[in-house]
């Protein structure tokens, strides 16, 4: 057979790839007339879409199915890089097979270009990839398997094949599955580590569960029960959101530089963090991560040592091994008689009682929606088996991930590690393909113009999918940006500025969507009520006020050098009062007025 046919129908039946997201090129004419006959072929407008609709269809399948991208020579790879570094950062499965000029046009080191659109893929996306190849001539589907399943940590791997090696006729015997590498990890050091984390509890009085992304939604699920019986308060990442319901009762929320207020102030007065699956990245930690749960010894296991060894935050113990292995020797091991944390749960109900999701402090003109009343009441309509998508950079993502309560078996993806605008869309796309499921995306009408070619797949999908476009004339966060770091120097954040956005109802006519828009803040329940019982796809116009405040927030202040300073997680503006301060930062004490580390006198 043609070595194309090969290698998919050896992706179908032994690596459980069933979907194809791809744009026809001349380059990959072989890997797509093999396609066609393997799996199901959905072709999207622009190849970026491909990738990332194959990442999300990835993360939210609920039978280990996959999805590949299929891209031509060229342009068909430079397109969809923004995708490749996407799922690099978030640690992401996603198989790009990309096309390339017959092995006898490829060119010679030291000449730019032979072939038509012949570029080095291999060498153009090596940095952002686990594995990056290029097959000059046919190799057994085994070797494949190893280029695939060859890292600890999941990320994208690029398959480059010219289009005679396509094309080329194999006679290879009928392949074995190989065995898929377990990666091995010392199991002394692990009892050993487990043994510290359950010493540390005894002694502890403020501990402090925080879920990763790294942690499985499956491991997660099974250890929820045992979780809320320890009593130990449990937050939760951006990409680990939905690894712990909101309903728990020690589900102490998202900490993060764009946090909820009252987990913020909460991690940093802990006295221990269990960190599971998690980088503890910047945008975790502050960029103040000297200041980062000052009183607290923290203990983090990832799966990658050099996350472990970056040198922020310190860390009093860390072990490089699977977050849910770990947690379920925990879990088990773990006797909640024996320690009491009821005195700490109380000052965390005392902390959320006082501060609203949804801060005082922000501001929407009359005849617009409050993006935080309208994520409130979308958490309460949707239903435990739907799946929420709410973008990735701007105003609408970071109050969908201030304000979002997550029910248990919703299924919540975003790519915050490259935040790139444009995301929402295609995501949307690849996790309603793959769970079947009501699929709701909350997106910036500026992010969502990056990518809103993407409405001809969701209309020929006929996929059940309801598209929130927050409708602000432009760039929400750039807009405030420039207001408090440029005097309002306003530039390319939206129309007024020179930012070309369309009339969303006359985009939705052009593509025989069904269009609403909500502009009644009395009857968004309601509308949102109907809107999710409707089957199939829409486009939803919500009208968010230009000037909207986002509040609570890191401040970060521009020195005189050029460097900036932001404030550590505790330290959101709007400022706390001293009555406030006194009475739920009292564990902080002099170290309250600490900003990137260094002791200021108090004020």
């Known amino acids: 057979m043609k070595y194309a046919e090969y290698l998919l129908s050896n992706l179908a039946k032994q690596e459980k790839y069933t979907h194809c997201y791809f744009v026809a090129g001349g380059n990959t004419m072989h890997l797509l007339d093999s396609a066609r006959k393997l799996f199901r072929c959905i072709p999207v407008i622009n190849e970026v879409a491909a990738g990332i609709a194959a990442e999300y269809f990835n993360e939210t399948n609920p039978n280990g199915q996959k999805a590949f991208a299929l891209v031509t020579a060229g342009p068909g790879l430079t397109n969809i890089v923004t995708a490749i570094a996407g799922a690099y950062l978030e640690s992401r499965e996603l198989l790009v097979i990309g096309g390339q000029v017959k092995t006898q046009d490829l060119k010679p080191a030291n000449l730019r270009q032979r072939g038509m659109q012949e570029i080095d893929g291999v060498k153009l996306v090596e940095s952002v990839t686990v594995n990056s190849t290029r097959l000059d001539s046919p190799i057994e589907f085994a070797q494949v398997q190893q280029l695939l399943n060859s890292a600890n940590r999941p990320g994208p791997v690029f398959l480059e094949i010219p289009l005679d090696i ?86 102490w929320g998202r900490p993060n530089t764009w946090g909820q207020r009252s987990s913020n102030i909460l991690i940093q007065q802990a006295d221990m963090i269990i960190a599971l699956g998690t980088r503890l990245g910047l945008q975790q930690t502050g960029f103040a991560w000297q200041a980062f749960a000052p009183l607290a010894r923290i203990y983090q296991v990832d799966i990658d040592q050099h996350e472990l060894e970056k040198g922020h935050p310190i860390l009093s113990g860390s072990l490089a091994d699977d977050a849910g292995v770990v947690l379920k020797e925990l879990m088990s091991q773990y006797e909640p008689t024996s320690c009491d944390f009821s005195e700490w749960r109380e000052f965390g109900k005392t902390v959320f009682d006082h501060f609203p999701l949804n801060d005082r402090n922000n501001q929407t003109s009359p005849g617009f929606i409050s993006p935080y009343v309208f994520i409130e009441s979308l958490s309460r309509t949707l239903s435990n088996d739907s799946v929420f998508i709410p973008c990735s950079s701007g105003g609408a993502f970071t109050v969908s991930m201030q304000t979002f309560k997550v029910k248990e078996g919703q299924k919540v993806v975003t790519n915050k590690g490259l935040a790139s605008m444009g995301y929402g869309l295609s995501g949307a796309i690849g996790a309603a393909e793959s769970t079947g499921l009501l699929t709701a995306l909350v997106e910036g009408d500026g992010g969502f113009a990056q990518n809103i070619q993407e409405l001809g797949t969701v209309v020929q999908g006929k996929l059940n999918l309801k598209m929130f476009v927050f409708s602000n004339s432009g760039y929400a966060s750039i807009r405030m940006t420039q207001k408090n770091y440029f005097n309002g120097a306003y530039l390319g954040c939206d129309i007024e500025t020179g930012l070309g956005l369309p009339d969303l109802r006359m985009i939705a006519a052009a593509y025989n969507l069904p269009y609403t828009s909500i502009v009644n803040s009395d009857e968004i329940d309601q509308n949102l009520e109907e809107i999710c019982k409707r089957v199939g796809p829409e486009l939803i116009e919500v009208r968010i006020d230009p000037d909207q405040t986002y509040y609570p927030k890191i401040t970060s202040r521009i020195l005189e050098n050029g460097t900036m300073e932001s404030n550590p997680l505790h330290l959101m503006t709007p400022d706390l009062s001293t009555e406030e301060i006194s009475k739920f930062l009292p564990y902080l004490s002099d170290r309250l007025w600490e900003s990137s580390g260094t002791p200021k006198e108090k004020q």
């Open 166 to 251: 396509q094309g080329s006729e194999v006679e290879f015997t009928p392949s074995v599955t190989l065995e898929r590498a377990i990666s091995t990890f010392p199991k002394e050091r692990r009892s050993e580590f487990i043994e510290e984390i359950l010493t540390g509890l005894k002694k502890s009085s403020r501990p402090i569960f925080l879920l990763g992304g790294g942690l499985s939604r499956s491991v997660a699920g099974i250890n929820s029960a045992k979780l809320a019986k320890t009593g130990i308060p449990v937050m939760t990442t951006w990409n680990g959101m939905d690894r712990y319901g909101s309903n728990q009762p020690n589900n």
